[in-house]
Every structure is written in structure tokens, then in C-alpha cells.
């Protein structure tokens, strides 16, 4: 069996365990039962959770939400754009520098999109992590495309977190890129 590792935050947490029900066959799939929240808190936890973890034989990660919001109001983002792109870098290279497998296998998930504005900044971030992704020979798992054309349906009533057709979906996606992958 290979090892599949998730990490990232809520919505991550949401489709974990339908991903492993579809993987279950290849792969036994696991994740901190902790939120990663933003990407600087995903990459600190790596040295606290990955040695609590199989090695794996392949990482699926996410962070962004977190890192766009302007939580304090003060007219910028949580992670500005620069250090979002220095720190996921720092995430890739981290998990395989923690593993030991230099060309450990690497997918990295875009963010969903929620239900308020027009998404600017979600594209914008969501394009780091296609920069992030190339340059660091890693696969994006375009899990934005999958939620954007039906948010109504895929988007809870707290217009962020998915409901039961989004991480029906999400989960879809996430289990299809990993096989690929692993086959």
C-alpha cells in the first residue's frame, strides 16, 4: 500500500476522509486531525506532524484562504502575496527535505472560492500556487475549477466550507489527481 499524506485546513479536513474511502484499494491516506490554517502555520507543523505520520509516498497540500484575509483590517493580507509564494515554496521543499525523499511526490490544491466578492484574490493566489507548483515539479489539483461553476451548490451557508455535493466533488478530484499519480 502507498502512503498519502493531506495537509491543509478546513476544507481539507472536509473531503480527507472520502479521499481515503476512494483511495482505499492503492493507498491508506492520512493528516493531521489539525487544522493547517495558513501556509506559515502548515510549514512550522511539518515538524511536529510528520514524524507522528508513515512516510509518504506522496503530499497533497492546500493553504490560501487564511493567508489572503485581511483579519485585522488593516488594508492588506494576512501573508502578503511575496511570502505566500516564499513559504509554499518552503513547504515543498521542507517535506521532502523531513521525509527524505527528495523526489517525493507533491500535489498542491488550489483554493476554493467562497461566496462573497469576485475573487481577485483567490485567482491571484491560486496563480502563485501554479508558479509555486511548476517550480518545484509538483501537480496542481485545480480544486477552484471543480467549486466555482456551482458554488450555490457546493458553498455552505457560512459561504466558505463546503457542503455535502462540495466535498463530494472536491473529494472526486483529489482521489482522480492521487491515482494518476500513483498508478
Known sequence: MKQVMLLGDSIRMQYQKAVGEKLADLAE????????????YTL????????????????HWNCGLWDMGDDYQEGRHFYPPDLYEETCHRICRILRKM????????????????????????????????????????????????VAPCKQQMIGEDHVHLTEAGIAATAEKTAAVIRQLLI
Not at 47 to 57: A, C, E, H, T
Not at 112 to 136: F, W
Request: net charge negative; proline share 8%; with cysteine.
Open 99 to 146: 521525509t527524505d525523499r527528495p523526489e517525493l511526490q507533491i500535489v498542491i490544491a488550489t483554493t476554493t472560492p467562497t461566496m462573497q466578492g469576485d475573487h481577485a484574490d483567490i485567482l491571484m493566489y491560486n496563480d502563485i500556487l501554479k508558479k509555486v507548483a511548476s517550480e518545484e515539479h509538483a501537480v496542481i489539483n485545480d480544486l477552484y475549477s471543480v
Open 44 to 59: 512550522n507543523s511539518l515538524r511536529f506532524w510528520l514524524p507522528k505520520m508513515p512516510v509518504p509516498d506522496l503530499v
Open 29 to 40: 491516506v492520512c493528516g493531521p486531525e489539525e487544522n493547517g490554517r495558513w501556509s506559515g
